[in-house]
Structures are given as structure tokens and as C-alpha cells.
């Protein structure tokens, strides 16, 4: 009697931290589009040095599509990644508005691909 309840709250916990997966996402794919982009326009990095920031994550799609759980545990070390590498940029002076965006947008991104693997993981141990 006690678990329908906890269920219908963790499920309810699930549908928010996927959406915020979704968001993050979304705004950390744009960020990496339009900071490649100005680096393009003011000549600082070729298209390609775009496509390899962006490849990662666009290649982590079908996970998110998929709602798979292990997809999402590697999708916060990628997150990480970007973190790390924005970090990176911004310790060798290149610390702009759009890479500060880039960080913000990546870290949460990790974490709320963690706490979805963990809401998951909780779902689907009870479900067996």
C-alpha cells in the first residue's frame, strides 16, 4: 500500500529529470552550434573543429530517443567532458559569455542525466 504512492512520485520524478535532460541537451547542442559558428565567422576555427565539438553529443541522440539507462550514465560523463573542457578554455583566457553558457548548460546536463540514471535505476529494480 505504502509503494503505489512512492511509484506514482518516482515516476513523476522520472518524467521531470528526462525533461531537464531534454533541455539541457538541447541548450548545450545550441551553445557548441552558435559558439562554432562565431569562431567561423571571426576566422578563429574551421567548420570541422564544429562538427568535432558537436559530433558527441549529436551521437548520443538515439540514447535520449531511447530512454536507455546506461546511455544516460555515459551522457553525464560527456557532460563532464564538455565541463572540463570549457574549464579548460576559459583557465587559458578564452573565457567568454558563450563558454561560460557552454559550462552552466554542460553541468547540468550531467547531473540531470545522473539523476535520471538513478530515478531509472530505482524504477526498474522495483519493476523485477
Do not use: C
Not at 35 to 58: D, E, K, N
Not at 89 to 114: D, P
Amino acid at each position: 500500500m505504502n509503494e503505489a504512492p512512492t511509484s506514482r512520485s518516482e515516476t513523476a520524478a522520472l518524467g521531470t529529470a528526462r525533461r531537464a535532460v531534454w533541455i539541457a541537451y538541447a541548450a548545450l547542442l545550441a551553445l557548441l552550434v552558435i559558439s562554432g559558428i562565431w569562431h567561423y565567422l571571426q576566422q578563429h576555427a574551421q567548420i570541422a573543429a564544429l562538427l568535432v565539438r558537436i559530433l558527441p553529443l549529436v551521437l548520443f541522440l538515439p540514447t535520449l530517443l531511447m530512454q536507455r539507462r546506461r546511455g544516460h550514465i555515459w551522457l553525464t560523463a560527456l557532460g563532464v567532458l564538455y565541463v572540463v573542457q570549457g574549464l579548460m578554455i576559459v583557465s587559458k583566457g578564452g573565457g567568454s559569455v558563450l563558454v561560460f553558457a557552454e559550462v552552466v548548460a554542460a553541468g547540468a546536463l550531467a547531473v540531470m542525466a545522473y539523476r535520471y540514471a538513478r530515478l531509472r535505476g530505482r524504477l526498474d529494480r522495483r519493476a523485477s
